[in-house]
């Protein structure tokens, strides 16, 4: 009778850290620990312990964190410096898309914590992300200043960063327990995705208390900034508020708004719009401080942003269709951006009565086409998750139920 194959020994893995404070406190231990702990090949769809999960999601959450930090830090600074591709800022954000790349790696390796779907979302969004870079290099190196939030060039990185961001929406929301923390991940992802969604209104914000400062002979500007601007054949009108009028309410309502409409969809909490919309502005509201005490120049904030979030909110509460949820909506942003341009903390706005129809009837046409999404036979199959994974991966020799 021949002898059975000796089988292969286990595989030591060194005992996990007791807390997410403590392999922070001990990084060199906590690698040692993950490497060989999760660092195995596998597919979309391995299963995945819930407290597994939060430590990948917190990390996501974390590296979006330094992101958002990074890039409020740096719209401040090209209203006082010259740009600096390693200017502090710049960094920043790096070491927040150092991260993200690192998790995508990760799940592409491993298979953990994700669908298929997911994971062709988060890679294709680093891939643009990281192909606009040296686009958007090589832009400031041919038209020179070019501080605009508005170029094509940042466009993509905007793109990139919000299909990156809507992976691991997925993901999250797909394998999360539903509870609190659920909840609260969620919330934390969708601001994310808010604040890169209304993120180039930020320039008209900056812009307008800069111009004011320019003109009162108090600039908050460098005089070498404004200098190379005036090389450049540009006036500081044209840096500081280089869009037309029209362009902050219509981005404003047409996709800040738009967003919270399918956050408050998605997520289904009853203030999930109030929640996101306050948390950014409390954010902001904060930054203001600390960059002004750090002498970088102001911003006004988009109070009106909030008005739309509690109307989203109140709408989708009592099942109002879009076609007239928008309207209202879109009526009770204009009349508070009035009482905040009376108070002269708004950008410019185009008060025209032929620009807020077309805004209105733009707002009104995309709330009901994401309405007519939502009870679509196509939207309930891209639910179901793809996971390739399930049925070849044994459940986790760590520990703990899958998630599914």
């Known amino acids: 009778m021949p002898r059975p194959a000796p089988s292969a020994p286990a595989r030591t ?13 001990h990084p060199v ?7 060989p702990a999760y660092m195995t090949p596998g597919r979309p769809g391995r299963g995945t312990t819930q407290q597994e999960l939060r430590w990948i999601y917190t990390a996501w959450l974390g590296a979006f964190l330094l ?68 686009i958007d290099i090589l832009n400031h190196r041919i ?14 990185l905007y793109i990139g960063t919000a299909i990156m961001l809507a992976g691991a929406i ?36 900056y812009g307008v208390l800069s111009l004011r400062a320019y003109e009162a002979g108090e600039t908050t500007a460098e005089q070498q900034l404004l200098d190379f601007a005036a090389s450049q054949g540009q006036t500081p009108t044209m840096f500081m508020l280089p869009v037309p009028s029209w362009v902050h309410p219509a981005w404003l309502l047409c996709a800040g708004l738009l967003s919270l409409v399918v956050a408050r969809k998605v997520v289904g909490l009853r203030w999930t719009a109030t929640t996101v919309a306050g948390v950014y502005l409390a954010y ?48 009770a942003v204009y009349a508070a951006g009035r009482l905040q341009d009376a108070a002269g903390l708004l950008p410019p706005w185009n008060w025209s009565w032929e620009s807020i129809a077309l805004v209105l009837a733009t707002f009104t046409a995309l709330w009901t086409a994401v309405d007519l999404v939502a009870r679509s036979r196509w939207l309930a199959t891209w639910r179901e998750p793809v996971e390739p994974g399930r ?11 899958p998630t599914r």
């Open 170 to 205: 997925r993901a999250w929301w797909l394998y999360a327990a539903p509870g609190r923390v659920r909840d609260l991940v969620s919330l934390g992802l969708w601001l994310f995705f808010a604040e890169n969604v209304v993120f180039p209104n930020q320039h008209q914000e």
């Open 284 to 331: 902001r509201a904060v930054m203001w401080l600390g960059l002004v005490a750090l002498d970088f120049p102001p911003s006004v904030l988009p109070l009106v942003l909030l008005v739309g979030a509690v109307c989203i909110d109140l709408a989708v509460t009592f099942r109002l269709p879009g076609w007239s949820a928008a309207p209202a909506t879109a009526a």
């Open 391 to 401: 049925a070849t991966e044994p459940a986790p020799a760590l520990g703990g139920a």
């Open 67 to 134: 992101k958002m930090l990074g890039s409020s830090w740096d719209v401040s600074w090209h209203f006082k410096w010259l740009r600096d591709d390693l200017a502090p800022p710049h960094l920043l954000n790096s070491a927040g898309t150092a991260v993200v790349i690192a998790l995508v790696v990760f799940h592409s390796y491993t298979g953990y914590g994700v669908d298929r779907r997911a994971l062709r979302l988060m890679q294709a969004g680093i891939a643009t992300f990281l192909v606009a870079i040296p």
């Open 13 to 25: 893995v060194p005992p996990a850290p007791g807390s997410l404070g403590a392999g922070l406190r």
């Open 143 to 156: 038209n020179g200043l070019d501080i605009t939030s508005w170029s094509p060039s940042h466009a993509l």
């Open 29 to 35: 231990a906590l690698l040692r620990w993950l490497w």
